[in-house]
């Protein structure tokens, strides 16, 4: 840290992984706690590093300056060290900015997410510029974009097995060389398809059981929908995931007349949406809009921690949201629309070349993916 990066964070707004304070008080159990829920907050927040800037006055950026002796390095660590688990690393650099001395405590980019308080469980996050107790759909997902639990293999205990279309199942155990008119529980819970809590107990089927093969998914994920707009027609999609992306590309060829325009691209920005998007997140579906400008897909599911567009379009095989599906579907889908997932991106801007530009919209303050597609 010096003079110059910190005159670009004063030229910023607080958000995420920025916050401007006065002072520092580390004298009660309840100010280091405070300290210790900021830094947890941040480190659980996407993005890279996080600056918390003491001795400025955060509405107006005027400068206070802080007294060095308040800030020892080694007993701010200590603090997040009792108080977090895991840890999260910090350093403190100090500054002078126009005679006075400016704090800069920074967060480090966590490859350990969730953090939590240890005193009381508690998970943080940033929403925007104010730390916030995460949601339990927020913990979920932080669990799952690093590998600490697989929401797909959650069981649905109010569903039945008689939801899961024994046909489709069947066709992906023959596509697998395992050929039988039955196929045990034994073998569809190590798959994954179904599960149970304890032996003994019926079998029910897990969410990505009901997402590959349900007959009616949307009875027990209402959220997993596509929703097609143009103009004052809206069309809804139900179904297993297969069925969404067959009906739904069948629809957008039906209603984009232009026979030169690239309508399988579009059909790769859906396929990609079902298998990349947030399913923890409940409160909307999948959303094709179509107007005179572009088309859009907008998707449940901002790129998961450690991706970027960038990387995302460059990289073969990015880290995924839901890797077992992601697998399955590989075998499941007959046309073979997933073997490419991943270059996908690339393939869309080709697609596209002489007609517009493709744009992709990562917003992780909404938890949203967006492909905007030119007409």
């Given at each position: 840290?010096?003079?110059?990066?910190?005159?670009?964070?004063?030229k910023?707004?607080?958000?995420?992984?920025?916050?401007?304070?006065?002072?520092?008080?580390?004298?009660?159990?309840?100010?280091?706690?405070?300290?210790?829920?900021?830094?947890?907050?941040?480190?659980n927040?996407?993005?890279?590093?996080?600056?918390?800037?003491?001795?400025?006055?955060?509405?107006?950026k005027?400068?206070?300056?802080?007294?060095?002796?308040?800030?020892?390095?080694?007993?701010?660590q200590?603090?997040?060290?009792?108080?977090?688990?895991?840890?999260?690393?910090?350093?403190v650099?100090?500054?002078?900015?126009?005679?006075?001395?400016?704090?800069?405590?920074t967060?480090?980019?966590?490859?350990?997410?969730?953090?939590?308080?240890m005193?009381?469980?508690?998970?943080?996050?940033?929403?925007?510029?104010?730390?916030?107790?995460?949601?339990r759909?927020?913990?979920?997902?932080?669990?799952?974009?690093?590998?600490?639990?697989?929401?797909?293999?959650?069981?649905?205990?109010?569903?039945?097995?008689?939801?899961?279309?024994?046909g489709?199942?069947?066709?992906?155990?023959?596509?697998?060389?395992?050929?039988?008119?039955?196929?045990?529980?034994?073998?569809?819970?190590?798959?994954?398809?179904?599960?149970?809590?304890?032996d003994?107990?019926?079998?029910?089927?897990?969410?990505?059981?009901?997402?590959?093969?349900?007959?009616?998914p949307?009875?027990?994920?209402?959220?997993?929908?596509?929703?097609?707009?143009?103009?004052?027609?809206?069309?809804?999609f139900?179904?297993?995931?297969?069925?969404?992306?067959?009906?739904?590309?069948n629809?957008?060829?039906?209603?984009?007349?232009?026979?030169?325009?690239?309508?399988?691209?579009v059909?790769?920005?859906?396929?990609?949406?079902?298998?990349?998007?947030?399913?923890?997140?409940?409160?909307?579906?999948?959303?094709?809009?179509?107007?005179?400008?572009?088309?859009?897909?907008?998707?449940?599911?901002?790129?998961?921690?450690?991706?970027s567009?960038?990387?995302?379009?460059?990289?073969?095989?990015?880290?995924?949201?839901n890797?077992?599906l992601?697998q399955?579907?590989?075998?499941?889908d007959?046309?073979?629309?997933f073997m490419?997932?991943?270059?996908?991106?690339?393939?869309?801007?080709?697609?596209?070349?002489?007609?517009?530009?493709?744009?992709?919209?990562?917003?992780?303050?909404?938890?949203?993916?967006?492909?905007?597609?030119?007409?």
């Amino acid at each position: 840290m010096d003079i110059y990066k910190l005159q670009q964070l004063l030229k910023q707004e607080e958000g995420p992984k920025l916050d401007f304070k006065a002072r520092l008080c580390l004298s009660t159990e309840s100010e280091k706690k405070e300290l210790t829920k900021d830094v947890i907050a941040m480190a659980n927040s996407r993005g890279g590093r996080g600056y918390i800037v003491f001795g400025i006055e955060d509405k107006t950026k005027r400068i206070l300056g802080i007294d060095p002796t308040d800030f020892r390095e080694e007993q701010i660590q200590q603090i997040i060290y009792n108080r977090c688990d895991p840890p999260v690393p910090v350093s403190v650099d100090f500054i002078d900015m126009e005679g006075k001395q400016i704090a800069v405590l920074t967060v480090y980019r966590s490859s350990h997410q969730p953090h939590q308080m240890m005193q009381n469980g508690a998970f943080f996050i940033r929403r925007g510029s104010t730390t916030d107790t995460a949601r339990r759909s927020e913990i979920a997902n932080l669990f799952q974009e690093n590998g600490l639990m697989t929401y797909e293999t959650v069981i649905m205990r109010h569903a039945s097995q008689d939801e899961l279309d024994n046909g489709l199942i069947k066709d992906y155990f023959m596509s697998l060389n395992v050929i039988s008119d039955n196929i045990s529980s034994i073998l569809l819970e190590a798959m994954g398809i179904i599960g149970r809590k304890n032996d003994g107990e019926t079998y029910h089927p897990t969410v990505g059981g009901l997402l590959l093969f349900g007959k009616s998914p949307q009875l027990f994920l209402p959220h997993s929908y596509i929703k097609v707009i143009k103009g004052e027609d809206v069309r809804l999609f139900h179904g297993n995931i297969l069925k969404l992306l067959d009906e739904c590309s069948n629809y957008l060829e039906e209603i984009i007349k232009d026979p030169d325009y690239p309508v399988g691209a579009v059909g790769e920005a859906v396929a990609n949406a079902l298998v990349h998007r947030d399913y923890l997140d409940i409160s909307r579906g999948i959303t094709v809009t179509i107007n005179d400008r572009n088309i859009e897909v907008s998707n449940p599911g901002a790129l998961i921690a450690g991706n970027s567009v960038y990387k995302y379009i460059k990289e073969n095989n990015p880290d995924r949201r839901n890797p077992w599906l992601y697998q399955r579907l590989l075998t499941l889908d007959a046309k073979k629309r997933f073997m490419k997932s991943g270059i996908g991106l690339m393939r869309m801007k080709k697609a596209f070349t002489g007609i517009g530009e493709v744009k992709f919209l990562n917003i992780g303050s909404q938890n949203l993916f967006k492909v905007i597609m030119p007409k």
